[in-house]
């Protein structure tokens, strides 16, 4: 569950607050929004080469992603 969530302010910064009950199990993200983040990393990674690790964030004002860095991935987890 997510407790706390990142809201932006008039002045430009961001606000941690508590998320209210019942959002804390809610996913942030729509399956459309899922399904055309993949997109986003399955057409990066075959830019690059190689399996990356991205950084992102989603702008609910535009309901764009933005993507801030790729870079390649060093260490793959293994199940247990």
Same mark, same amino acid.
């Given at each position: 569950?997510k407790?706390?969530?990142?809201?932006? %302010? @008039?002045? &430009?910064?961001?606000?941690?607050?508590?998320?209210?009950?019942?959002?804390?199990?809610?996913?942030?993200?729509?399956?459309k929004?899922?399904h055309?983040?993949?997109?986003?990393?399955?057409?990066?990674? %075959? @830019?690059? &080469?190689?399996?990356v690790?991205?950084e992102?964030?989603?702008?609910?004002?535009?309901?764009?992603?933005?993507?801030?860095?790729?870079?390649?991935?060093?260490?793959?987890?293994?199940?247990?």
């Amino acid at each position: 569950s997510k407790l706390t969530r990142r809201v932006p %302010q @008039d002045n &430009g910064k961001l606000k941690t607050t508590f998320n209210p009950r019942p959002l804390r199990n809610i996913p942030c993200l729509t399956e459309k929004q899922l399904h055309r983040l993949m997109e986003i990393g399955k057409k990066i990674e %075959q @830019d690059y &080469g190689y399996p990356v690790d991205v950084e992102w964030s989603y702008d609910t004002k535009t309901n764009k992603f933005y993507v801030f860095q790729a870079r390649p991935i060093t260490h793959k987890f293994t199940s247990i």
